[in-house]
């Protein structure tokens, strides 16, 4: 009889099998997403990210991957980590650093409704596509509290804005390009500018520089939108000149109703009006100097 020696247990084996791809797991995911960004990530996600990572890594499919056993393992590497069991049966362990705050952890946290099955695809697919040098978008709890606040600020902005000030009909000199940055709030200004490209200059302070045929461009999109969250109340320089424009070249209600329906211009009354209140204008001055 031969005195065999005794296989290693399961856990040791899968240890050492995946050993590489779960140093690469914890550096990219743990340490990174968990401790140094604070989200918050289910049990179920991670143990996905650990699976898709060895098959992408080692080719080998570790889809029997025991998620007790990654979570022991963790533990065991990370004592920073906390691991907590919500009450519905139906919301995996969540898994995130124990220094986390109350409120920050409020604010992490995953949302329930989505399957652990597709959130963990796109976690182990972020870091896909960090290897193959490839970028894609992909929208935290995190991005869209910040994309939802800045939007709050700039609507509070917008409603702020006082639009055009001057007396009825405004005439050449307060249809201009100077006169219509002043319709526009910085932070949108500065927000769209940023959005494209255009600078990088991080300040709420003053309207930043940027190109000049740039410039014209954002702020033609900025008066977009102060003319259209205002339903149309707040009329902008370029709502009026290009009404006014469109009108004396064409002729045509249809098309100045249609670049009114894009939220480019005036209404067709509103732009007659003001061609009319401008002829009047014109002939009371006339009248004065004869």
């Known amino acids: ?4 020696r005794p296989d290693k247990p399961e856990t040791e084996q899968d240890e050492a099998m995946f050993d590489a791809s779960y140093k690469l797991f914890c550096e990219r995911i743990i340490r990174q997403r968990l401790l140094v960004n604070n989200e918050v990530l289910r049990m179920g996600q991670l143990r996905q990210a650990f699976i898709d990572m060895v098959k992408a890594n080692e080719g080998v499919d570790a889809s029997n991957y025991r998620q007790d ?3 022991k393992r963790l533990a065991q590497d990370f004592p920073q980590l906390a691991f907590h069991m919500p009450t519905k049966r139906n919301v995996c362990e969540l898994v995130f650093a124990e220094t986390l705050s109350k409120d920050a952890l409020v604010d992490m946290l995953p949302d329930p409704s989505g399957t652990e099955t597709t959130q963990s695809s796109e976690l182990s697919q972020t870091d896909s596509d960090n290897e193959t040098g490839r970028t894609k978008c992909q929208t935290t709890h995190e991005d869209t509290r910040t994309l939802y606040t800045a ?11 006082p639009g055009m000030s001057c007396p009825w009909p405004p005439t050449s000199e307060n249809v201009n390009v100077t006169e219509s940055q002043t319709v526009v709030p910085i932070g949108l200004y500065n927000l ?7 600078t990088e200059e991080p300040t709420l302070d003053h309207y930043v520089n940027i190109d000049d045929d740039v410039h014209l461009k954002v702020l033609s999109v900025c008066q977009d939108i102060v003319y ?14 290009l009404g006014l424009t469109v009108r004396h070249l064409t002729g045509s209600s249809r098309i100045v109703s249609l670049l009114n329906r894009l939220g480019h211009c005036a209404s067709w009354d ?7 209140s401008l002829a009047q204008l014109t002939l009371v001055e006339v009248s004065h100097h004869s």
Do not use: E, H, N, Y
């Open 270 to 276: 509103t732009v007659l009006s003001l061609d009319t």
């Open 192 to 198: 769209l500018s940023w959005i494209i490209g255009s």
């Open 228 to 241: 259209l969250a205002s339903k149309g109340r707040k009329q902008t320089p370029k709502s009026l000149a």
């Open 69 to 71: 056993l990654l979570k």
């Open 1 to 4: 009889m031969f005195l065999l």
């Open 151 to 161: 939007a709050l600020f700039l609507k509070r902005l917008l409603s702020d804005t």
